[in-house]
Nanobody, 116 residues
Framework: QVQLVESGGGLVQAGGSLRLSCAASGRTFSSYTMGWFRQAPGKEREFVARISRSGGSPYYADSVKGRFTISRDNAKKMVYLQMNSLKPDDTAVYYC?????????WGQGTQVTVSS
């Protein structure tokens, strides 16, 4: 069974930075493409970024391209999201999951709030 635990969120001013972390359990972590997703109040959950099993081929939503960087450490079973130049529109709960996401793996997420 896989568990995903996100951390690193917080309150930051526009233009600031945060680094999110996702700790995964389970022996098959390195077998999956991993991604970050987010859900803003009153909106559907949306894709943010993904990274291949080997840590290459990062891909980003247009809304975060050039500002966010996804990375992973398979030895530590960790996925990271470095978020720079944050905007109020980035305010959301951020989740990690496989890509495509497994509905059984959604964790609690981590809240990111960007003030203007």
């Amino acid at each position: 069974q896989v568990q995903l635990v996100e951390s690193g969120g917080g309150l930051v001013q526009a233009g600031g930075s945060l680094r999110l972390s996702c700790a995964a359990s389970g022996r098959t972590f390195s077998s999956y493409t991993m991604g970050w997703f987010r859900q803003a109040p009153g909106k559907e959950r949306e894709f943010v970024a993904r990274i291949s099993r080997s840590g290459g081929s990062p891909y980003y939503a247009d809304s975060v391209k050039g500002r966010f960087t996804i990375s992973r450490d398979n030895a530590k079973k960790m996925v990271y999201l470095q978020m720079n130049s944050l905007k109020p529109d980035d305010t959301a709960v951020y989740y990690c999951n496989n890509v495509p996401p497994n509905r059984d793996y959604w964790g609690q997420g981590t809240q990111v709030t960007v003030s203007s």
